[in-house]
């Protein structure tokens, strides 16, 4: 009996040792698979997130790369940005700003005697011939700008960046009218429109549509009516641009007091376009004025670069602080920016 119970035992257990060396046997053996390689990982991205402070580094195929963050510094320090909720020229302008007229700065006390505008960008604002000149007309009237004929529903662009400070109609004068101040500190204004496309305190790039031409106000056929002004000031818009070549004379312009003066011409007298045997108005103006000190070269101005401070421009010239801040309507905390020039002497 007992034997063969032990026989039942091994018929049992024997399959099942066999059944486990063959298991075991068959998992330590090494199965062969065809060879696939990886595609070469050939960049490794560094989120900006994982920078901790700017001067890390990165890394791209294990090479290191060095990121000079001053460089970035630098290129924002050159770059002038204009924040459209300021007021445009405000050290200039006092703070002034209003929607109602075109001159509204009888009161402002600290007007500069000099001034100089910045040109660079200078947009016509609309592509036409000059049909009546800056100058009198007849015995009680007076043309503070120039016209340029456009019929009604051209296009009348922004000559220069800057802010709509007046949008308004005034039927015995203007039409419908806009006044923008500009960055540079001049401020234009474009009368007879028959339609605006922008709104009072919209901030506008040179070129941009403003409006369109038409025949408003007291006006005798379709044309734009062109003003440029520093401080409420007509000036004449010759001093300033040579409309027949559609361009600005230089890149920039000093007002001087001399800028607001009359002329006895006529309105009607049209200046021709400048030629070899004919200066320019700008020339023209500048013979008549070479005894004026802001011309001969008595006053002096300084163009601003990089790290340029008060203190140092002061010791250059053989100045104060303070009179570099009475000369340009400043303060010593006035932040000086490049490419603009200030008055020296």
């Known amino acids: 009996m007992e034997i063969s119970n032990l026989i039942t035992r091994a018929r049992v257990l024997i399959p099942a040792a066999l059944m486990l060396v063959t298991l075991n046997s068959f998992s330590q053996q090494v199965q062969e698979t065809p060879e696939i390689k990886r595609p070469e990982v050939l960049y490794k991205q560094v989120h900006s997130s994982t920078l901790s402070k700017q001067s890390e580094n990165l890394f791209a195929d294990g090479l290191k790369l060095k990121l000079d ?9 050159e770059r002038e940005f204009f924040n459209p909720d300021d007021i445009p020229a405000d050290d200039v302008y006092g703070g002034m ?12 006390k600290s007007a500069p005697d000099s001034f100089i505008v910045d040109l660079d ?3 016509m604002p ?21 016209d340029i004929k456009a019929q009604t529903g ?19 004068g203007y039409g419908y009218y806009l006044v923008i101040r500009h960055l540079n500190g001049l401020e234009t204004v474009y009368g007879h429109l028959s339609k605006f496309l922008v709104e009072e305190n919209d901030y506008v790039e ?3 549509p403003i409006g369109l031409a038409g025949n408003t106000g007291r ?40 800028s607001y003066r009359k002329t006895n011409n006529s309105s009607r007298a049209i200046i021709a376009s400048s030629s070899p045997d004919r200066p320019s108005t700008a020339a023209r103006v500048s013979n008549t004025e070479s005894t004026n000190k802001f011309v001969s070269g008595e006053v002096q101005y300084h163009r601003i670069q990089k790290g340029d401070t008060l203190g140092a421009i002061s010791k250059k010239y053989g100045t104060s602080v303070n009179s570099l801040c009475n000369l340009n309507n ?3 905390r006035t932040v000086l920016r490049v490419g603009k020039s200030i008055r020296v002497s």
Do not use: C, Q
């Open 219 to 258: 006006s005798f056929g379709s044309h734009l009516h062109f003003e440029t002004r520093f401080l409420g000031k007509p000036i004449n818009p010759n001093f300033i641009i040579d409309f027949p070549s559609k361009s600005v004379h230089k890149e920039e312009y000093l007002v001087t007091n001399s």
């Open 206 to 208: 040179s070129g941009k």
């Open 97 to 108: 700003w209003e929607n109602r007229y075109v001159n509204m700065y009888g009161s402002l």
């Open 330 to 332: 400043i303060n010593s």
């Open 121 to 123: 960008n200078f947009t």
């Open 126 to 146: 609309v592509d036409g011939r000059m049909t009546s000149n800056f100058g009198r007309r007849g015995s009680r009237r007076y043309h503070y700008g120039i």
């Open 69 to 77: 963050l001053s460089v970035l510094d630098d290129a924002e320090a």
């Open 154 to 172: 051209d296009t009348i662009y922004a000559a220069f960046d800057g802010k709509v400070r007046v949008k308004r109609y005034e039927g015995n």
